[in-house]
Each structure stands twice: as structure tokens, then as C-alpha cells.
């Protein structure tokens, strides 16, 4: 076996998980929906009569969350980038998002993406990772805000004893590699990536960029779902419905599903329901909110990544 072959396999071994967990919530998914179908059917037939106004907004926030994630993007590097290009890439990046498990179509467009503009490898790296950390941390933030806002809407649940062992094991394996010749590898890895960082927010327009876009990006998909209950006259106050989006959306991120189908579905759902919605009404809620973020862009987003590859933008 050549040392190539060595490198693949666990590559391999890890997109086959994947794809074993990926394929495990969509047969749940598919069983709760042919358990539930009445209810889907009586959500859907809800949606047909909903509100046109309203749907028109969350049309509307939801094309502007490509706008913003260019904006983020281009805040995550000093150079600029061409913006058409960047904001066409976005919208191709939000189709392979939906195609690849964890984000990784995203992250993977976007990468060859900078590359392609001139950044070394290790620098678009860096890029997407500080991206995806920033929307990651407005994320949390956003979340404690409302948690302070809506007090008693989430409930905190013990923390697992198998999280405890995870985190453990992560602290073993960062004890280990210090002692590992990988150790000054990953420093000065780690130290490219921090002079980046700093170079960001050196510049007080980048940073405006990459923070504003982030939140922007966040607030515009809460946006969705608040216009998409509006349109099915679903009586839970806004500000509950982004505290239960934000809360759903980071919890059906553990699960590596494409885009969280399924399992953002699910949790959704569930937390509308829970949260004092008819069951109809949150499911109307919830299919109108994918229809207009994944269903109705998929295949022109998909179009608009051919295009891009084919003029060898990617």
C-alpha cells in the first residue's frame, strides 16, 4: 500500500460515517414524516393560503443572506475580492452546502474559491475557519441575548457524561501532541493563522466586514422564519421565533446532515410546537422556511457553481 493510499484511508473511513449518519436521520426523518402526514399535509395546505406579503419579505431576507455572507467573507481577508465573483459563490456555496454533510460544501467552495483569487492555500484556510468562528460566535451571542430576553424559553439540559469524556479525550490529545514533533508544525500553523487574524482587524472596515456580515447573515435567517409565521398567522412573538431558531439551528448542527435536512426539520418543529404553536401552523412554518432558503435555490445554485467551475472561477 503506498503512502498516498495510507493517507486516504482515513478520509475514506470518515465520509463513510458520514454518509451512514447522513442516510440514519433522513430514514427518521422520512419515517416521522409518513408518521406524522396528516399533519405535513394540513401545514402545506396552509402555506398555499398564507399570507403573500409576508412570504415576499422572507423572500427578500433570505436573498439578502448571500449578500451578507460575501460581506463576511470578504471582512475574513485583507485583500479585496472581486464581488461579483464572491457574492455568485456564495449563492453556489449555499447549494453545495445543501449537496455535503457539516458545512463542508460551503466551506469547500468557498476555499477554492480564494484560492483561486491568489491566496496561498494555508491563508484561505484561515479565511473560511475565521468565517465560520465569527458566525459561530455571534451565533452564541445572539442566543445569550435572547436567553435574557425570553427567560424560562430554553432549558439548559445536564451535560452528558460521554461530552465530559469527549472533552477529556480532546484535552489528552492536546497534552500528547505537545510532546509530538507535530507540536511546532501546528505553532507555527497556528501562529500564520493568528498574524492573519490580527491583519483582519487591523483594519477597522474588514472587521466591520466580517462581525456586521456574520450578524446580518444570522439575523436575516431568523427574519425568514419570523415572515414565514407571520404568513401562517402562527401566534408566537418574533422574538421567540428567532430564540427558538437560533437554539434549533445550533442543535441540529451536531448533526452532520447537508444543510441540516432532516434533523433542523425535526428540531424545528419540535421547538415550535413545544414552544405553544399548532402543530399544522409549525409545520407550515418550517416548510416554508426551507422552501425559500433550500428547495427553491438548490437548483440555481447548483447552475450558477457549474458556471463557475466551467469559467474556472472555482
Not at 250 to 258: D, F, H, I, K
Not at 290 to 307: A, E, I, K, M, Q
Amino acid at each position: 500500500m503506498t503512502s498516498e493510499q495510507v493517507r486516504a484511508a482515513p478520509t475514506r473511513r470518515r465520509a463513510h460515517w458520514h454518509t451512514a449518519l447522513t442516510l440514519a436521520v433522513l430514514v427518521g426523518a422520512a419515517y416521522l414524516a409518513r408518521r406524522h402526514w396528516t399533519v405535513l399535509e394540513s401545514g402545506a395546505g396552509r402555506l398555499v393560503v398564507a399570507d403573500q406579503g409576508w412570504l415576499l419579505v422572507a423572500a427578500t431576507a433570505t436573498a439578502g443572506t448571500w449578500l451578507c455572507a460575501a460581506l463576511a467573507q470578504q471582512g475574513a481577508v485583507p485583500e479585496r475580492l472581486p464581488r461579483g465573483r464572491l457574492v455568485a459563490t456564495q449563492f453556489a456555496a449555499c447549494a453545495a452546502n445543501h449537496v455535503l454533510p457539516a458545512g463542508l460544501g460551503a466551506g469547500a467552495v468557498n476555499l477554492r474559491f480564494l484560492m483561486r483569487c491568489g491566496l496561498p492555500a494555508g491563508r484561505s484556510v484561515t479565511a473560511v475557519a475565521v468565517k465560520g468562528t465569527a458566525g459561530a460566535v455571534v451565533r452564541g451571542a445572539l442566543i445569550a441575548v435572547l436567553a435574557a430576553v425570553c427567560p424560562g424559553v430554553l432549558r439548559i439540559p445536564p451535560v452528558p457524561g460521554a461530552v465530559l469524556a469527549a472533552v477529556l479525550a480532546v484535552a489528552l490529545g492536546v497534552t500528547v501532541l505537545r510532546a509530538s514533533p507535530l507540536w511546532a508544525r501546528c505553532r507555527r500553523a497556528l501562529a500564520a493563522g493568528l498574524a492573519d487574524v490580527r491583519a483582519v482587524h487591523a483594519r477597522p472596515p474588514r472587521a466591520a466586514a466580517l462581525w456586521g456580515g456574520s450578524l446580518a447573515f444570522v439575523t436575516l435567517h431568523a427574519l425568514v422564519l419570523i415572515a414565514v409565521t407571520r404568513a401562517v398567522a402562527l401566534p408566537l412573538p418574533p422574538v421567540r421565533v428567532a430564540m427558538l431558531y437560533l437554539a434549533a439551528s445550533a442543535a441540529a448542527a451536531l448533526l452532520p446532515t447537508p444543510g441540516g435536512l432532516g434533523s433542523l426539520d425535526a428540531v424545528l418543529a419540535l421547538a415550535l410546537t413545544a414552544a405553544g404553536a399548532p402543530a399544522a401552523a409549525a409545520a407550515s412554518a418550517v416548510l416554508g422556511y426551507r422552501l425559500l432558503t433550500v428547495w427553491l435555490p438548490l437548483l440555481p445554485g447548483l447552475v450558477v457553481l457549474g458556471v463557475l467551475i466551467r469559467r474556472k472561477a472555482l
